[in-house]
């Protein structure tokens, strides 16, 4: 692992350290306490584990990784690791195993958190690369944030009644119609990945120089509105516009909306939550797969942008030739600038948080839908395995394509504008939407 950058000082990255792992397990409380333990023991989908199993696992990662590997602690409960263990079991048969019941899957993440808390006040963050710059504590927040975003799309999935509320809708748009439609990036050369940000995964690493040429980009995410004329056009009954397997996927599962969508008279609505509500034509278009992403690109004359292009767009400022951490500079994402950590639990308008844009215009790059890209899910040149294969290297390849920005649903100690998201090009239920891009001529 390429050695991370200046990290704050001891005490500033401790507290640092404790206020995004006490924020990840409040989120954690919020979405497994407020359905009965019948419910967090179901599957909702088979696409999913039972809320109780993500519950145990976040417990029993922080174990292994920060318990044992950081603190050099015996293990709690040794017998838990072969069940808690995602590649051993498959989302669908993880309700057949013998799982911690809901009150003790909540004292076993309870008892392992108190511990890891004690830890980080005697840990050393420096001396080797799991503990640099707090590394391990950061990993792990990442990692229960990331199961956070999962239990959520398993909430989307369950039926029932509404049990998640947002406190205040989501900001408007308040400029859109004097936006340009699309913004050119030229070509040459920038900085991808990081080697600097010491909380980085390990397939965001190590920077790298990539010549990427001149092309447009969409300044917005496609919106329901947008996707809306694609369907009324015929979209999905047409199979010139797509890969062949996605017009498989059309033709075995009867396609014909984006996922939660249905026809009520003559209206679109959607189910969001367990309420079902009209579909919003300003919003993004989310729970998309890869191939309806570049069935609707292929129908308006356009393509999806690479992993590369659309991260050129992100982060370099042709003024200073740096690639920055984010769209809007170094600082940290604030309210004003991205929709991130469930907070309006939707996706905000097309066009919204202005002061969150490249300095090309670009809006809404980090925050509100993954943005499906073209590209595979492959290492960077100089890649690094760590701290274990299954994290990233077991998925490199063609079978999953590349997300980049995040969701609404992501925590920002796991958003940045080098953070890499990979799936399946069939997975909808994820918060996914993407924009379009076209070579310059």
Not at 81 to 92: C, G, M, N, Q, S
Not at 129 to 152: S, Y
Not at 257 to 278: C, I, K, N
Not at 317 to 339: C, K, L, V
Request: overall charge negative; some cysteine.
């Amino acid at each position: 692992m390429t050695a991370p950058g200046p990290a704050p000082d001891g005490d500033l990255l401790r507290e640092r350290a404790a206020h995004v792992l006490l924020r990840a397990r409040e989120r954690t409380r919020a979405l497994t306490e407020c359905v009965d333990d019948r419910e967090l023991v179901a599957q909702h989908s088979p696409l999913m584990s039972p809320l109780v199993w993500d519950l145990a696992h976040i417990g029993n990662q922080e174990e292994i990784w920060l318990l044992r590997a950081v603190g050099g602690h015996d293990a709690l409960r040794p017998e838990l690791d072969p069940l808690y263990d995602a590649f051993e079991h498959p989302r669908a048969e993880r309700p057949a195993l013998p799982l911690l019941p809901p009150d003790q899957a909540r004292r076993y993440a309870g008892d392992v958190r108190a511990r890891v808390l004690d830890l980080l006040g005697t840990a050393p963050l420096h001396g080797r690369p799991l503990v640099e710059g707090g590394f391990a504590f950061g990993m792990i927040a990442q990692h229960e944030q990331q199961h956070d975003e999962t239990m959520l799309i398993t909430h989307q999935l369950r039926s029932g009644p509404t049990v998640l509320f947002a406190p205040e809708p989501p900001p408007a748009a308040p400029d859109t119609a004097a936006l340009p439609r699309e913004v050119r990036v030229e070509g040459g050369a920038f900085t991808m990945g990081t080697s600097q940000e010491p909380w980085a995964l390990d397939n965001e690493r190590p920077a790298h120089r990539r010549f990427v040429p001149s092309f447009w980009i969409d300044t917005l995410p496609v919106s329901n509105g947008d996707y809306l004329r694609f369907i009324e056009d015929g979209g999905y009954r047409e199979p010139r516009w797509w890969h062949p397997a996605g017009w498989e996927q059309v033709r075995a599962h009867g396609l014909r909306a984006p996922l939660f969508w249905r026809r009520e008279g003559g209206s679109w609505v959607r189910r969001r939550f367990g309420t079902v509500e009209p579909v919003r034509a300003a919003e993004p278009v989310m729970h998309v797969s890869f191939y309806e992403a570049q069935a609707y690109a292929a129908w308006a004359g356009r393509r999806l942008p690479t992993e590369a292009e659309w991260e050129k767009a992100a982060r370099h400022d042709p003024a200073t030739g740096r690639s920055t951490r984010y769209p809007w500079g170094d600082e940290d994402p604030t309210p004003e600038r991205a929709n991130l950590g469930q907070r309006h639990l939707r996706p905000a308008d097309s066009g919204a948080y202005p002061a969150g844009g490249s300095p090309l215009g670009v809006r809404q790059l980090i925050g509100d839908v993954w943005e499906w890209t073209a590209s595979d899910f492959l290492p960077y040149p100089g890649f690094c395995s760590f701290p274990y294969r299954e994290y990233s290297e077991v998925f490199f390849g063609d079978g999953h394509k590349v997300l980049r920005g995040g969701s609404f649903a992501v925590d920002p100690v796991a958003c940045r504008a080098t953070f890499r998201n990979w799936d399946l090009p069939v997975r909808r239920q994820i918060f996914s939407g993407f924009r379009t891009a076209r070579d310059a001529e």
